[in-house]
């Protein structure tokens, strides 16, 4: 049965629970205030439903995750980073970056990426738990992806191009910046083809929980008041550079 969250105190049910169809639906109701968010990712659930849904939440099994030293760059991709003439920043247009992604892509009928998760990730980005890594071609947005890093791990949420291979410039960079400054993992949730073919993999979700009580400590069963997390353990500036992409 699902659980029915209140909006006070952020509290969630063992991932365990998790219904196994739809996969990893674990609850429903609670907030998207930073309390709760926080609470969530660091218990490896996320957000995910429509406008006219409640707020659900999800931990699905398997779970896809990226370790970033084992990110895979093609030959074909290589020479996009060498000769693409891309220019990466991090954390410049946050703003424009969910807007991409929460735009309608073909074949799918609206977005999951609501006005009110809009306006809940920027309340993160604004607290320094969000960031954006962007991909800019001939002065213009070209490609992104946006989530949440505490400590060693980043917990991606959506990634958009409007340029050929724009979004894999963003990744290709975050993962090669979290891996020189003791990045552990990136979390990309759930499996897809895009992403397993730059050398993300499925786990069990048991593990994905063991890595995150190993790095981010246990959580205890309810948050205490107010909002404390682990700042990432890399810098963003590093990837914030305003340069091309010549290496």
Do not use: N
Request: hydrophobic share 45%; with cysteine.
């Amino acid at each position: 049965m699902l659980s029915w969250l209140p909006e006070h105190p952020p509290r969630f049910p063992p991932v365990s629970t998790a219904l196994r169809e739809p996969d990893g639906l674990l609850a429903a109701g609670g907030a998207l205030s930073p309390d709760w968010l926080l609470a969530a990712y660091r218990r490896g659930i996320f957000p995910w439903y429509s406008d006219d849904q409640p707020i659900l939440w999800w931990s699905p099994d398997p779970r896809m995750v990226l370790l970033p030293e084992a990110i895979r760059v093609r030959r074909s991709l290589g020479k996009r980073l060498r000769h693409g003439g891309f220019t990466v920043t991090a954390d410049r247009a946050f703003g424009a970056v969910v807007e991409a992604c929460a735009a309608p892509r073909q074949g799918q009928p609206g977005s999951w990426i609501t006005d009110e998760m809009r306006d809940a990730y920027g309340r993160l980005h604004t607290l320094g738990a969000a960031h954006s890594v962007e991909v800019w071609h001939e002065g213009r947005l070209a490609g992104g992806l946006y989530g949440v890093a505490l400590g060693p791990v980043f917990f991606g949420e959506s990634m958009f191009t409007r340029v050929p291979d724009a979004s894999k410039v963003a990744l290709v960079h975050l993962a090669r910046t979290m891996a020189a400054a003791g990045g552990r993992l990136i979390d990309c949730q759930m499996h897809t083809p895009h992403l397993a073919s730059l050398g993300a993999r499925d786990i069990a979700r048991a593990e994905f929980i063991g890595y995150l009580e190993e790095w981010l400590g246990k959580p205890p069963p309810v948050e205490p008041g107010g909002v404390a997390f682990t700042p990432a353990c890399w810098s963003f500036e590093a990837i914030g550079e305003q340069r091309s992409v010549h290496q």
